[in-house]
């Protein structure tokens, strides 16, 4: 039997390219009737899969689609990493993505976003999403190409900060990156580590400089380089450590 694509589902996180490290897609039982009924086939991707229908000779589909046929697929996380830097402030507590291609345009890839709320488990995590497709609504793209749809998660933003302890003066160093721009803090913050960091470590010899990103900023497992530690415009350190997620945005650095 002949097959061809009839669509593709892409996951796209911004934290990660290879998302499916973190993530288990399955077919909901809902949509275990519709695949076999229908014969379609499930190809896994690096970022997704792709569902394939049967053809006849010349190309043409051999699939018959009810009204009410829907292909269901739930999406697990397969580590606790992934609540740290997925941002689920677009649904309510105790719902779950849902994305859908119900009324979505011809031209568009985006699945639709909502929310709902289902009880499955996978290895002892809860689902963190669900994809809806209705086929009857599948639209091939211009020459005939089947469209890929993309199931978009968000990365959770987080201000940076940098806190050196060091002999400069402190007026003399700077953070500074071509795509970054960093303001100086002070104790007027009233910054719960400044304060931690100066009862600890102040003395006639050592103080603290501290550094805060404008805006937060996206986490990305990708490191971030070029942001640069300056001491009167001379570069002291090239290339700073990004901030971890597990430390809130805050990077401690004592220099010598």
């Known amino acids: 039997m002949?097959?061809?694509?009839?669509?593709?589902?892409?996951?796209?996180?911004?934290?990660?390219?290879g998302i499916l490290e973190y993530l288990v897609l399955t077919a909901d039982k809902s949509a275990i009737p519709v695949i076999k009924k229908n014969r379609f086939l499930l190809k896994n991707t690096v970022s997704g899969f792709k569902i394939l229908m049967p053809v006849d000779e010349q190309g043409k589909s051999l699939v018959v689609l009810g009204v009410d046929d829907t292909l269901v697929f739930n999406v697990f996380p397969s580590s606790q990493a992934f609540f740290e830097f997925t941002d689920f402030s677009a649904i309510n507590e105790n719902k779950i993505f849902l994305f859908t291609n119900q009324g979505l345009g011809n031209d568009s890839v985006d699945l639709l976003l909502s929310e709902t709320s289902i009880n499955d488990k996978l290895n002892s995590f809860p689902a963190v999403g669900q994809i809806k497709i209705t086929p009857n609504n599948v639209t091939p793209v211009i020459d005939n190409v089947a469209p890929v749809y993309e199931v978009r998660f968000e990365a959770k933003s987080m201000t940076w900060k940098y806190f050196f302890i060091t002999k400069e003066e402190?007026?003399?160093?700077?953070?500074?990156?071509?795509?970054?721009?960093?303001?100086?803090?002070?104790?007027?913050?009233?910054?719960?580590?400044?304060?931690?960091?100066?009862?600890?470590?102040?003395?006639?010899?050592?103080?603290?400089?501290?550094?805060?990103?404008?805006?937060?900023?996206?986490?990305?497992?990708?490191?971030?380089?070029?942001?640069?530690?300056?001491?009167?415009?001379?570069?002291?350190?090239?290339?700073?450590?990004?901030?971890?997620?597990?430390?809130?945005?805050?990077?401690?650095?004592?220099?010598?």
């Open 170 to 256: 402190s007026d003399s160093l700077s953070v500074e990156s071509k795509d970054i721009t960093f303001k100086k803090l002070n104790e007027e913050t009233l910054d719960p580590v400044f304060k931690g960091l100066k009862a600890n470590f102040i003395t006639t010899e050592m103080n603290i400089q501290a550094f805060e990103s404008e805006v937060p900023l996206v986490c990305q497992n990708i490191p971030r380089k070029d942001i640069q530690l300056k001491n009167d415009r001379v570069t002291v350190i090239k290339h700073l450590p990004n901030p971890d997620i597990g430390d809130h945005g805050i990077q401690i650095i004592k220099i010598n």
């Open 2 to 17: 002949r097959y061809k694509e009839f669509f593709e589902i892409k996951l796209v996180h911004p934290y990660t390219k």
